[in-house]
């Protein structure tokens, strides 16, 4: 198999753990090619040469403008909050979702297809008018085994879980 050396000197392993000082010293730009049953071990570098060869790295780390970009442009603005209704609000005769409610209800994890029927949502308005306090506390989150719960109707159910 073939291979690429990258020094014009070359040098057998034995050799090279004979004398391996005398054969950095001989060597040209302070680089051995080191074989091993003829193909490509290792190379062996001088202690100049390879401070040389971490100079010419960092230089070409280093970005050829000495314009400086804002480390502000590269970063994503954080995502707006979402404004969530939270337990129970004012409800009143007449009550309509607004443009943003399809959507909210999506985040929410209730998937509208259409908006709301007239009575949908006269039947959603009378049940959020009807419920206490407790109740909407009791079906947000565990409650005491001597709360009723409410059962619920089916136009209610498809929008009680967002609230």
């Given at each position: 198999m073939s291979s690429r050396i990258l020094t014009a000197s070359v040098i057998g392993v034995d050799a090279f753990n004979d004398d391996p000082d005398g054969v950095l010293k001989k060597a040209e730009n302070g680089t051995v090619a080191v074989f091993a049953n003829n193909a490509p071990a290792f190379y062996a570098i001088t202690p100049a040469r390879l401070a040389q060869l971490l100079d010419l790295e960092a230089k070409l780390a280093r970005p050829g403008s000495d314009?400086?970009?804002d480390g502000a442009l590269f970063n994503d603005p954080a995502p707006a909050p979402v404004a969530v209704p939270l337990g129970k609000f004012a409800m009143y005769d007449g009550w309509q979702p607004d443009a943003e409610f399809?959507?909210?209800a999506a985040l929410w994890g209730i998937a509208l297809?259409?908006?709301a029927t007239p009575e949908e949502?006269?039947?959603f308005v009378a049940y959020w008018q009807s419920v206490s306090p407790r109740a909407v506390a009791a079906e947000a989150g565990p409650q005491?085994?001597?709360w009723p719960r409410r059962q619920q109707r089916p136009?209610?159910?498809r929008y009680?879980?967002?609230f």
């Open positions: 314009v400086a970009l399809q959507r909210m297809t259409a908006p949502l006269a039947s005491p085994a001597n136009a209610e159910a009680e879980r967002h």
